[in-house]
């Protein structure tokens, strides 16, 4: 009896099983190809303006920089990536005073840490630190519903505003007034 329900049950089971291979995303490589023209398509946008090349160290990094226009950052370094995990991530770090902002290196990393929450409260793009401990601003846009291509020139617009950021933490990072 038990062999003749396993056996009715199998053909059932196969089926759900083969199910998630047809619904899966169409990959890393194809979601890097599009991520790449969509990039091409927005480097000579004037809201997104920002220029990208693949990384040679990480086939699936976008590696673009902003250094014009800024106010209180030398320049901010974007790297986007096509993670395995059906996400992509954008990474903006701003460089300030010839260098990455550094936990280890603030006046005043407990007021700058508190600011960097608040600021995830009210920002666009999220606030965090690498395992470094180099400062960045960022965003995760997931692929469950496809590729995002508005979301994505969304966030491209919104990098810029990490600038204005960086010159109300001048003081946490090196004890200067804001500018």
Known sequence: ???????????????????????????????????????????????????????????????????????????LEIVISVTPHDTIGFRVYPHYKGNYINLNRLTDANGFMRKLLSYNDDNFLFWGADEESDVFSGYTVTLESGFPSEAIVEVLRSIHNTDKYVGELRHFIDGSAAR
């Not at 890393?28 to 946008?45: C, E, F, M, N, Q």
């Not at 004037?46 to 990480?58: E, L, V």
């Open 1 to 75: 009896m038990r062999l003749k329900a396993f056996s009715m049950l199998l053909p059932l089971v196969l089926l759900i099983a083969a199910q998630p291979a047809s619904a899966q995303s169409p990959g890393r490589d194809a979601t890097r190809a599009k991520l790449g023209a969509l990039l091409t398509s927005t480097a000579g946008r004037t809201d997104a303006n920002i220029a990208f090349r693949q990384s040679t160290k990480q086939p699936y990094n976008f590696i673009g920089t902003i250094d014009s226009g800024l106010a209180n950052s030398d320049s």
